[in-house]
C-alpha cells in the first residue's frame, strides 16, 4: 500500500493507514492526541511499520529521557517486521536519536529525503531536530531541497510551508518567511507551527502590535486541543514583554502557561523562560519559582539535552534551590564524558551557560559577564530559536548593569536598539548607560 504522498508502506491496511495519516496530520499541526492514533493504528494492524516507527518519533522528539524506553519498544516492534529501503532507513534514523547522535540522524533523516522528497514524517522529524540542534541553515535548506515536489495538491503542504517559513525566519529572511507562514495557514487553520513562526518573525521585527493582534485574533485556531499552545501563548506574552505590560504577563503565566502545571519538558521551559525575563527585570514572581523548580527537581540530574537543563537551572537558581542547582552542575559535567551528541552542547554552551545562571543568582555579575561573553554567539549549538537564546543576551546585559560595566552596557545597547529600536527595555538600557558617555 501507499501512503497520501506515494511512499510504499508495509503491513498496513486501508482502516490503519488511514489513522496513520491522521495521526501524522495531527502531528503537523500539534492538536490532538497522536499517540491515541497511532496507537489505534497499530491495535488495527500490529505489523505495520511505520506505525511503530512514527510512535518512537514522538516519544524521542520530547527531548526527555523518559521517552526513550518508549522508543525502544517501538524501534523492537519495527525491526521484527517486513521493511522495505526507507523503512529500513527510518530504523536507522531512530537508532541514531536513540543513541543522542542527532548529527547522524539529520543526516539519516536527509537522506531518506534525497529519494523520498514526499516523506513528510522524515521531512518533520528532521526539522524538529534541526531545531534541537540550532541549525539555522538546515531549519531552511532541509525544506527548500524538497519544496518543488510539494504543491497544495499534495495533503500536508501547509506544513511544509509551515517549516519553509520557520527555517526562513531563523535565517533573517523575515519577508519569505511572513509570506509562506500566512499562506500556510491560509490553507490550514489549525496549522499551530506555522502560526508560530509568524509570530517569531513578529517578535524578531519587534512588531509588538501586530504580534498582539496575530495572537488575539488567531487563539482559536491555535489554543484548543493543541500541545504546543503553552509555547504559543509564551510568545503571546513575550509580546507583552516588550511593551513592560508585566501584569499581563503574570497573567497568562497563571493561566494558559502554567494553570496545568504540566511535566512536560517543552512546557517547562517556557515557565522558565518567562520567570527568568522577569526576575531579570527584577519582578519578584514569588512562590511560582518554587513550583517549576520542583517540576524541574525529578530531572535535574539526567544531563540529557544541555538547552533543557539550563532552562531547569533557571528554576533552581530563582527558587534559591541551591543543592538541586549544583547537583545539575555535576550532571551536566558528566554529560561531557557521555557518547552522543549532548556531550558537545554541554561542553561549548551547555555548561558555561548554566555556570553563569548560578554565577547570576549568587550575585557574581563579573563572572557571569566572563562566561556569557564568549558563549553567546556560538549559543546556537545548544538548539533553540533566536528568541529563546535572546534570554542569554538580557541576562548578559542585565549583568552588565549591575556589575556597573557601563561601556558594556552600551555597546550591548546600541547592539539591541539596532534590530530593536522601539523597545522599552533597549532604550532603559542605553539610558543607564548615558552618564558614563557624559563624564567621558
Ligand atoms: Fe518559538
Redesign the pocket.
Known sequence: MKDLRGNTVSGADTASLSLFEQAQAELQCYVGDPVATIDRAIAAAPRFTMAHLFKAYVFLAGTEAAGLPTARDCRAAAVALPTNARERQHIAAVDALIAGEYDQASERLEDILLDHPRDALALQIGHVFDYFRGDARTLRDRVARVLPEWSSEVPGYHAVLGMQAFGLEECGEYGRAEEAGRKAVELNPTDAWAH?AV??VLEMQGRIGEGLAWMGSRQEYWAPRNFFAV?NW??WALFHLDRDEHTHVLDLYDGPIREATSKVVLDMIDASALLWRLHLRGIDVGARWTEIAESWAPLAQDGFYAFNDCHAMMAFVGAGRWDLADAALVAMAKSVEQPGSNAAMSETVGLPVARALHAFGRGKYGTVIELLRPVRTIANRFGG?H??RDLLDLTLIEAACRDNQVSLVRALARERLAARPASPLNQRYLKAAQPSRAAA
Open positions: 508560530h509570530a517569531h509555547h509564551w510568545h530559536s528568541a529563546q
